[in-house]
Every structure is written in C-alpha cells, then in structure tokens.
C-alpha cells in the first residue's frame, strides 16, 4: 500500500463544476502539500498544511490530521484548471512523499 | 527574491554517455536540495536530498550520483547512461522550517 494514496486518478468534468481531489496519508507528518503539474511537466506549489484550510482565489484545501485525509477544492472549475494535482506529505527529515497524481481535465 | 534555475529543459542522450544537471538556487542561503525524477506514468522519485555542502543523502540505489560542490548549487551525474534513466527530473529546495518546496523547470531527459 503506498504511504500517500489519491483518488481519483482521473477526473473529467464540465466547465463551472466543483471539483474535489482526495488525499489520504498512513504515515507521520509534519505537513501535507497540493502541487500543480502542468503538461510542460513545471510544478508549481499551491498548498503547505499543517491544519484546518487554506484558501487562495478558487482553491481550497483542507487538512484533518486525525483522519489523515486531505482534500483539494476548485470552485468554478475553468479550463485553464486542467493539470496534474499532487498530494504529497513531508516528513521530520523535509524530505517528500508523493501521491501518484490526479489528473484533470475541465471541458468548456 | 528567491529563484531556482535548472538546465538544460531537454536533452536527449545515447546509451552508455555521461550526464550532467545542474540546479542553482537564488536569493537564499543553505537551503536543502533535493533531485525528483518522474518517469513516465509514474509519481515523482526523490533520488538524493543534501542539507548543506558536500552533503548528500541517496535514497535510491542507482547508477546516477549527486554533489554539491557549491552552497546554492546541486549536481546530478551519471557516468553511464542507462535506458531506464529516461525521464522528467526535477531540482527543488527548501528552507527546512516548513515554508514549502521551490521547484525547478524540470529536465525531459531521453536516453536512446
């Protein structure tokens, strides 16, 4: 079983839906992240948490830390939102470890 | 500011060659490196991480070595290519205390 699992691992929705990433974790950390992979393969860093939610523009993310279950949130899902969203926890040694990605697509 | 460059963004290399990445970091002191690899259909692979200079910790037993020959600068060498080292590779740091991760554009190596 991988330490850090996503769902889903493919996600095909409608332009102004709302979307929801899950991110489930088995191991100690100090903080969970949300990445954005574009198809150029560049990431880009949206989220750092430790607890509760963070907010930024159409992006949420929320972390329970005794469920051990992140979830990232997009409102008003556009087209320009299709990438590749990673979950990924680091641990003591500030080292990463990574989900396998959630790929999505919005369709106008 | 604090920026991250990584070169070359492709590069693609015969069997048997030699490689050399190279990662500098910007605007910031004794940050942690780290080197991803991400090959394809696959998550992302730490390979090696370092703390500080001369500093590198392994953590996949492979034909690829890192070194940190500078504060602000990260190395990832091979002296003999395999196939199996195609892929997307990744240079990132941190400051350690939890202010996230900063990531370089990637390098799409091809070996054939």
């Known amino acids: 079983k991988n330490e850090v699992e996503q769902s889903p691992q493919n996600l095909t929705a409608q332009e102004g839906e709302f979307i929801t990433i899950n991110c489930s974790y088995s191991v100690g950390i100090s903080a969970l992240h949300w990445l954005q992979q574009h198809p150029g393969g560049g990431i880009v860093s949206l989220f750092m948490?430790?607890?509760?939610?963070k907010k930024h523009g159409r992006l949420i993310a929320t972390i329970n830390i005794q469920e051990k279950h992140s979830s990232l949130h997009i409102t008003a899902s556009h087209p320009r939102d299709s990438a590749v969203y990673i979950c990924a926890v680091s641990n003591s040694n500030y080292q990463l470890i990574w989900g396998a990605g959630t790929k999505l697509i919005i369709k106008p | 500011s604090q920026t991250i460059h990584q070169w070359p963004a492709t590069l693609v290399q015969p069997v048997g060659s030699p490689l050399s990445l190279e990662c500098t970091v910007e605007g910031t002191s004794n940050p942690n490196l780290y080197w991803y690899r991400q090959a394809a259909g696959r998550g992302l692979q730490l390979l090696f991480y370092?703390?500080?200079?001369?500093?590198i910790s392994s953590e996949v037993p492979q034909n690829l070595s890192a070194s940190r020959p500078q504060d602000r600068q990260f190395i990832l060498s091979s002296k003999k290519l395999l196939l199996s080292d195609s892929g997307f590779y990744l240079c990132?740091?941190?400051?350690?205390?939890?202010?996230?991760?900063?990531f370089g554009s990637g390098t799409r190596l091809t070996v054939v």
């Open positions: 948490l430790s607890s509760g939610k």
């Open positions: 990132a740091w941190s400051e350690g205390d939890w202010r996230g991760y900063t």
């Open positions: 370092s703390v500080g200079i001369g500093q």
